[in-house]
């Protein structure tokens, strides 16, 4: 069974940092390329960013751009979100995806909320 | 960039009748392949989202067949026949054609039971 779960959400003052990490299972991890997406509170879905399969290419909307950075740990089947810089704005649920190579996202974590705040 | 418009925000319908949830796209999602990447997510109160429909109109594995896509191009429609409590949530459609600017969802469409 596939599964995804994240952690490493919490309460952060803004211009902090947070590492959020995804843990996987029940697949070949290293076969897939990863997302994580945003869901701000009472809000629709945002797209935040992608890794390809080694983490050779990444790529993030553009309100993130510079402050996080995605990475992966194919050796133990881990996904990162580094978020630094962070803003009110950054406050949601973030959700770990799994890319089906199909331009498409099909399995979904659980999400761990971050919150923003002074 | 590519917009994602969901024109009902929200959806009111009987236990047993249908509902449509329309999508449409600012651009062409026919993608170079030839194949048209638009999906439609359920996510029910307070869980994660769960997809339901690929490329247009294929159903997951476990998706009930109540569930159904159409269309072609820019312009989407998910219609769920004989409504039932669980179907309770928020549906969003998604494309992934055009990368950059990477996945673009819709707005999200609200179902009730009436």
């Known amino acids: 069974e596939v599964q995804l779960v994240e952690s490493g959400g919490g309460l952060v003052q803004p211009g902090g940092s947070l590492r959020l990490s995804c843990a996987a299972s029940g697949f070949t991890f290293s076969i897939h390329k990863m997302h994580w997406v945003r869901q701000a509170p009472g809000k629709g879905l945002m797209w935040v960013s992608r890794i390809d399969l080694d983490g050779s290419h990444t790529s993030y909307v553009g309100s993130v751009q510079g402050r996080f950075t995605i990475s992966r740990d194919n050796a133990n089947s881990m996904l990162y979100l580094q978020m630094n810089s962070l803003r009110v704005e950054d406050t949601g649920v973030y959700y770990c995806?799994?890319?089906?190579?199909?331009?498409?996202?099909?399995?979904w974590g659980q999400g761990t909320q971050v919150t923003v705040s002074s | 960039d590519v917009v994602m418009t969901q024109s009902e925000l929200s959806l009111a319908v009987a236990l047993g009748q249908s509902a449509s949830i329309t999508c449409r796209s600012s651009r062409s999602l026919v993608h170079d392949s030839g194949n048209t990447y638009l999906s439609w997510f359920q996510q029910r109160p307070g869980q994660s989202p769960r997809r339901l429909i690929y490329?247009?109109?294929v159903r997951d594995f476990g998706v009930p067949d109540r569930f159904s896509g159409s269309g072609s191009g820019t312009d989407f429609t998910l219609k769920i026949s004989r409504v039932e409590a669980e179907d309770v949530g928020i549906y969003y459609c998604?494309?992934?054609?055009?990368?950059?600017?990477?996945?673009?969802f819709g707005q999200g469409t609200k179902l009730e039971i009436k």
């Open positions: 490329k247009v109109s």
């Open positions: 995806t799994r890319d089906t190579d199909y331009w498409d996202v099909d399995y």
């Open positions: 998604m494309q992934g054609t055009h990368w950059p600017p990477g996945f673009i």
